[in-house]
């Protein structure tokens, strides 16, 4: 299953459309029942999301998926998985079980099963979680709490292409 979300601008003739953000809705095939081991791959049908010309004040909470590429003064409190996109920026605490960061956090994290800091990520704040995936090329600051030992430490090297 696909989904796309385009914006226009302007009107009539002339008028352009641009796709935004494909990575975000695009489920990935799994057809012989493997688990899905991205967890951009693990997310559910109905994301939220908060586009990048959004700016929120208090406090994010819910269950699912949440695709943050806006502004947030406040806290973010979800069970399931938080992706902060390139442009996203968070100016608050972020507890989820799963997070992917590629943009900003001003704030300490605290996830129950896995942190992801993306290349370009940048990170203010203390991370409490069991398993971290720390990438080339983002900025860190603050102290790494890790639950269940040193085995939850990956680093990596990203590989894949970034999209347009």
């Keep these: 299953m696909e989904f796309r979300l385009t914006a226009a ?30 967890m951009e791959d693990q997310q559910g049908d109905n994301p939220t999301i908060i586009a990048a010309t959004t700016a929120i004040q208090g406090t994010l909470s819910g269950k699912g998926t949440l695709h943050m590429a806006g ?14 996109g390139e442009s996203g920026k968070v100016e608050g605490s972020v507890h989820a079980a799963r997070l992917i960061v590629a943009g900003q956090i001003n704030g300490n994290i605290e996830s129950t099963e896995k942190t992801e800091l993306r290349a370009g ?3 203010t704040g203390d991370i409490r979680c069991p398993k971290i995936a720390v990438a080339e090329d983002c900025f860190f600051q603050g102290e790494i709490k890790m639950q269940g030992g040193p085995e939850g430490h990956v680093t990596f090297t990203e590989k894949r292409q970034k999209r347009t």
């Design 9 to 38: 601008s302007g009107g009539g003739e002339g008028s352009t459309r641009k796709e935004l953000h494909p990575m975000w809705f695009k489920k990935s095939p799994n057809p012989n029942g493997t688990p899905k081991r991205r």
């Design 71 to 84: 502004i947030l003064r406040g806290d973010v409190r979800y069970t399931g998985l938080v992706w902060i």
């Design 121 to 123: 990520a940048r990170v």
